[in-house]
C-alpha cells in the first residue's frame, strides 16, 4: 500500500509560481510511475506532469511544456511539481498518483493517453492552486 499526502497549493496571482510536493510513504516497487493530476470544476481529471523514477524520465501534458517541472527527491520519497507562469486556466485541484509501470514508455504513456488514469492506483487527497488574473 502506498501513502500520498500533497502539500504547497494555494492563491496567486497569474504569472506568479508555486511548488507542490508529494510526500510518499509505503512500498517503493508500487510508485515506480508518479504523476500529477489536476481537475477544474466540471471538467475531468487530467495528467499534468509524471516521472518514471527509476531513470528520472520526465512527461508533460502540452498545456504545461516548459512552464512546469517535475522532480524527485528519493532521500525525502517527495516528488515536487514546480509551476512557473501560472495561468487562471491552471486553477484547479491537484492531485499527486503512484502506479508501477514496467517501462518508462508505459508510464509516459498512462499520463499522455485517454484512459491511462485508470493505471493509477494510489491518490493523495488533493491540494488546492488557484490562480487569478
Known amino acids: 500500500q502506498v501513502q500520498l499526502v500533497e502539500s504547497g497549493g494555494g492563491s496567486v496571482q497569474a504569472g506568479g509560481s508555486l511548488r507542490l510536493s508529494c510526500a510518499a510513504s509505503?512500498?517503493?516497487?508500487?510508485?515506480?510511475?508518479m504523476a500529477w493530476f489536476r481537475q477544474a470544476p466540471g471538467k475531468e481529471r487530467e495528467g499534468v506532469a509524471g516521472i518514471y523514477t527509476g531513470s528520472g524520465s520526465t512527461y508533460y501534458a502540452d498545456s504545461v511544456k516548459g512552464r512546469f517541472i517535475i522532480s524527485q527527491d528519493n532521500t525525502k520519497n517527495t516528488i515536487y511539481l514546480q509551476m512557473n507562469s501560472l495561468k487562471p486556466e491552471d486553477t484547479a485541484m491537484y492531485y499527486c498518483?503512484?502506479?508501477?509501470?514496467?517501462?518508462?514508455?508505459?508510464?509516459?504513456?498512462?499520463?499522455?493517453?485517454?484512459?491511462?488514469?485508470?493505471?493509477?492506483?494510489?491518490w493523495g487527497q488533493g491540494t488546492q492552486v488557484t490562480v487569478s488574473p
Open positions: 509505503g512500498s517503493t516497487y508500487s510508485r515506480n510511475c
Open positions: 498518483a503512484a502506479s508501477y509501470s514496467y517501462s518508462h514508455y508505459a508510464c509516459q504513456q498512462r499520463l499522455i493517453s485517454p484512459g491511462g488514469i485508470k493505471y493509477y492506483n494510489n
